[in-house]
């Protein structure tokens, strides 16, 4: 207000790297205007391991963990997209009982994804009680992923070929009984949060991202979704026999953090479906195609993408004919994702910030990798 | 797992470097052919020759090893895998639209395991790319990245990935660079490309022209090497910057 004697000044605000809401070593510098956004900038990094260095320092097997570590809530997904650019350098492809366990595992990797996001966006907002319903579901799926594999974070659940392990005694049932817990749970959290004044009303035309921004972004996963476009990778371009089940790609048409929520939303119920569809129908048969003890694809590339719940993951790699990758290429979606929060936050409050950090649903461990 | 990796040492290639794999093979995508035995005895200098793709078994002694070895079935766990890429030619009606447009700017069009690529001169890669972008729909960049070969004369080779969500396709644009030399920045094209570029910068050197921010991402600003090199080895780091940031000797 120019001519009061109350000067206003624009200001800079470090957010981060520590502050709660940023999930994780996320650092936003942000210039204000008062409550007003007028920039920010990422500042990213600090958990930067080196991952695609470290994959040409191993061998094709022994990488097979460290993808876990980059996006550690969904640490299945990530495994599942490596094992397919590996098979797919290899011209191999895993057996049918495999695929249909993988896609179970991968499914109920991806509702606890969007319930750890959830919780944590919902808790970000001020809402605090869906953190522990979230919380309280996820355990069922880490369970699962515990009996099965005896890892519930970081499972290295899968191997090139196939699976380690058989699915234990129960397993069908154990997944069933979560699919009947779970798909009222949804119903319980929509009812805490979908009319929720407050909730409605923070959420509603904030950080819009239209379908052309979200195109020219690169952005992928619910968000683009969330925009109207319906893409998803496990439709276009079917892995793993997605092509069997039978679901739905739910899309929105505003790309706001509402509709990304119920994007999002709809979504844990498709995976409930695809979940129920695969455990009816596990085909008998071996876990493991015929590939060698020592993985050693010929001289040659390419690149493999997959539905991860935060959009496309995709591994570049390239082989030279050895026992290591020439050059293993990780395609993030969080990385990829977090690039659009600037125009996202760009006019809004730095109380929206929050919430817009919040919806891109990161991971900094696999932003930084 | 029970697999002990043996270094494998020499895996460079070995025979001289043929210009083009040109295989004869139509580019038939061949839906997953039974993937070799394990325990395959290999035989020596394994070129499948012009055979059609069918080395469910490997072949006997080959009657006469064809020097000129296509090796369009490529899949023999054998220890003289061919020394490049044994991709075929790609062709439809967008290549023919490129070449029409590009002409000998795009010196190949290939396709490996399925996946069509393009390699073409580094000054046509932005052309192309909003060629790509405005005329044909790839709409969304997914990928930029780079490879590091560093025994060849143009060490770099730069890969962007595009996409198209009406043709539901995929494809790669494959440009080589010399060591030092400037890549133009796709960031006028696609937004995306501003992070992406980034980060092969971050990690390989290569510097991007007409990017709005060329600066590292992922490492410190101040940072000396570019890990991703192949001459780094993995324990390769910058020990002043460690010395005079952290205050320890060394990080390892």
Known sequence: ?369 | MPDDPKPEGANTPESAPQPEPAAPQSPSAEPAAPVAPATAAAPPAASAGGAPPAPAVPPKPPAAAKPAGAAAAARPAAPKAPAVMAATPWESELTADLAAEFGDRISAFQSYLGQNFLVCQPGAAIPILESLRDNHGFEYLVDVTAVHYPDKPEPFELIHIVYSFERNERIRLKTRLKDGEKAASAVPVYITADWLEREVYDMFGIEFEGHPNMKRILLPDEWETFPLRKENSILKMDQRWVQENLGIESGQ
């Open chain 1, 1 to 369: 207000m120019p001519g009061t004697f109350l000067d206003s000044t624009e200001l800079v605000l470090n957010m981060g790297p520590q502050h709660p809401s940023t999930h994780g070593v996320l650092r936003v510098i942000v210039k204000l205007d008062g409550e007003r956004v007028l920039g920010t900038e990422c500042v990213i990094g600090y958990l930067h391991r080196g991952v695609e260095k470290i994959a040409e320092n191993r061998t094709y097997t022994m990488f097979g963990p460290y993808v876990d570590r980059m996006d550690y809530v969904a640490a299945v997904s990530n495994g599942l997209g490596y094992c397919l650019a590996v098979e797919k350098l290899l011209n191999a492809e895993a057996t049918p009982r495999a695929q249909a366990v993988r896609v179970i595992l991968t499914e109920l990797n991806r509702i606890g994804s969007h319930l750890l996001w959830l919780g944590t966006h919902a808790l970000d907002i001020g809402a605090i009680t869906p953190l522990f319903y979230c919380m309280r579901e996820r355990e069922y799926t880490l369970n699962i992923f515990e009996k099965y594999c005896g890892a519930r974070l970081t499972t290295h659940a899968f191997r090139i070929g196939g699976l380690q392990y058989e699915t234990y005694d129960g397993f069908e049932k154990e997944v069933l009984e979560f699919c009947d817990l779970f798909e009222p749970k949804v119903d319980e959290y929509e009812e805490l949060l979908t009319g929720n004044r407050i909730w409605v009303e923070r959420l509603t035309s904030v950080g819009i991202l239209n379908a052309d921004d979200c195109k020219a972004y690169g952005v992928t996963g619910p968000m683009l979704r969330a925009a109207g476009v319906q893409w998803d990778i496990r439709k276009a371009m079917p892995y793993s026999g997605y092509d069997k089940y039978d679901f739905m790609v739910p899309t929105r048409v505003n790309g706001d953090t509402y509709d990304r929520y119920m994007v999002r939303m709809a979504e844990m119920r498709q995976s409930v479906r695809i979940v129920r569809q695969a455990v009816a129908d596990i085909p008998a048969g071996p876990i493991m195609a015929k590939v060698p003890k020592i993985i050693k694809p010929p001289v040659g590339e390419a690149y493999v993408s997959i539905e991860a719940p935060k959009g496309e993951l995709g591994y570049y790699i390239v082989s030279d004919g050895s026992t290591q990758p020439y050059r293993c290429r990780v395609r993030p979606p969080s990385f990829v994702n977090l690039q659009a929060l600037d125009k996202m936050a760009r006019g809004s409050l730095v109380a929206d910030l929050v919430a817009v950090i919040g919806t891109t649903d990161i991971v900094l461990g696999e932003v930084d990798r």
